[in-house]
C-alpha cells in the first residue's frame, strides 16, 4: 500500500507535507489556509516518484444547498468510528489500512 499525506494548510506547509510522504506516496491537498502561492523544492517529488492531487470542495452556496437536502430526506451517515483530536494520526492509519471500516472514520474536538 502507497503511504500518502493530507495537505490542508498550503503554502507554510506543503514542503513538509512532500518531505514526510513516503516513496511512491500521494499527497492530496485540500486546503489554503496559508495560501496558494507556495514555493517548493521539487526533488521530493521526482526523487520519491511522490503524486500531488488538488480537491475542489465548491461553493459556500453548495454546501448549503446540500446540506438542506441531506436535513430534508433525513440522510444519517454510517460512521464506523469516531476519534478524538489527539488521536488524528491514529484516524489516518486507520483509513490508509484499507477496508478494515464500514463508513466514515471521524475525527472531532
Known amino acids: 500500500m502507497r503511504e500518502s499525506g493530507v495537505e490542508t494548510v498550503g503554502e507554510a506547509t ?3 507535507s512532500l518531505n514526510a510522504t ?3 506516496g500521494t499527497v492530496f491537498t485540500v486546503g489554503i489556509l496559508t ?3 507556495a514555493s ?3 526533488l521530493p517529488v521526482i526523487v520519491k516518484g511522490l503524486r500531488i492531487v488538488g480537491n475542489s470542495t465548491d461553493s459556500v452556496a453548495d ?3 446540500a446540506t438542506r437536502a441531506i436535513a430534508a430526506r ?3 451517515p454510517v460512521i464506523d468510528r469516531v476519534f478524538g483530536i489527539v ?3 491514529a484516524a489516518y492509519t486507520e483509513l490508509s489500512a484499507g477496508g478494515r ?3 466514515k472514520l471521524a475525527i472531532v474536538h
Do not use: K, N
Request: glycine content about 8%; proline content about 0%.
Open 87 to 89: 488521536d488524528t494520526s
Open 35 to 37: 495560501g496558494t502561492a
Open 22 to 24: 513516503a516513496m511512491d
Open 74 to 76: 433525513r440522510i444519517v
Open 40 to 42: 517548493m523544492d521539487r
Open 63 to 65: 454546501l448549503a444547498e
Open 101 to 103: 471500516h464500514f463508513g
Open 14 to 16: 506543503i514542503a513538509r
